[in-house]
């Protein structure tokens, strides 16, 4: 599947998309259990849906932290959930080794913020053909985004997707300006909110990532109404037991009723 967002849009509703999953595949089931959940709601709702979680999770605070359960297993089921669930599937990759790699079994190769400047991951996303989702880096201004922009589209790839994921605010916090969302959108590129991890409360001295899941909601509804293209949502049935970033993810059941308001509110703004 090659495709803008538009593309996505089977129903015609005008809807924002969704991008949404677990942080990290944990295991076996459990990522077809949270697909076939929202599938299945965003089906109702008509709403554009791609299944995200990562198949690997290099960028962690202590050695010991969860990682996953092994590249090829985690691509693997990745692949299995698109082809048996009928959706696009989403993860990120850490090197341009991984991005060729990981195009054999996904849709859109997703460029972590830490690494939205480097170069050779990038030209390497962009030459998979598959669509490139770009995480605007912490420590960027939002017209700074334009330079790993055109890197993809210079190397003859112009699927590419720019999300908002929030701005250091400090050293153990993160705000969301909403100013630079019509200012990315200018680039002509399809601009998304990442709800959750614009909640992160990083550095935090345990060495596990804090977060305020408690205003999802308020940064995901705000977004709305400023215009994003879509949202970006980690969710989990059991956030309290999650293996990576519980801290910041909506409880899987809350989703369906965030949802419905986003729907008013893109309604209301049109």
């Known amino acids: 599947m090659n495709f803008n967002i538009s593309e996505l849009d089977h129903t015609g509703s005008g809807n924002f998309l969704l991008i949404a999953g677990p942080c990290v595949i944990e295991n076996e089931t459990m990522p077809f259990e949270i697909a076939g959940q929202i599938k299945s709601l965003t089906d109702r709702l008509k709403i554009p849906f791609v299944f995200k979680a990562s198949y690997k999770k290099a960028n962690r605070s202590k050695i010991d932290s969860f990682t996953g359960i092994g590249d090829l297993k985690g691509l693997s089921i990745l692949k299995e959930v698109r082809e048996q669930l009928k959706i696009p599937v989403l993860t990120d990759v850490h090197s341009a080794e991984e991005a060729e790699r ?6 859109v190769i997703q460029i972590p913020a830490f690494l939205c400047r480097q170069t050779d991951i990038l030209l390497a996303a962009a030459h998979t053909g598959k669509v490139v989702n770009i995480k605007k880096g ?30 250091t605010f400090g050293y153990q916090d993160l705000v969301v300006d909403y100013r ?3 200012l990315m959108q200018e680039m002509n590129a399809p601009v998304i909110l990442d709800c959750t991890h614009s909640l992160q409360q990083p550095n935090q001295s345990g060495g596990v990532t804090g977060g305020r899941p408690q205003l999802i909601g308020t940064i995901a509804k705000a977004g709305i109404a400023v215009g994003v293209d ?27 009723p965030l949802l419905e308001k986003l729907i008013r509110i893109r309604k209301a703004i049109q």
């Not at 017209?143 to 699927?159: H, L, Q, T, W």
């Not at 059991?238 to 909506?250: E, R």
Request: glycine share 8%; aromatic share 8%; no cysteine.
């Open 180 to 182: 630079g969302i019509p």
């Open 230 to 256: 879509g949202i970006f949502i980690e969710t989990h049935p059991d956030p309290s037991n999650a293996k990576s970033d519980g801290a910041n993810m909506l409880r899987l059941d809350l989703l369906e």
């Open 102 to 107: 990981a195009a054999d079994y996904i849709d």
């Open 138 to 167: 912490q420590f960027l201004s939002p017209e700074a985004m334009i330079f790993a922009v055109d890197k993809v589209r210079e190397s003859g790839n112009d699927k590419v997707w720019i999300t908002e994921r929030g701005t």
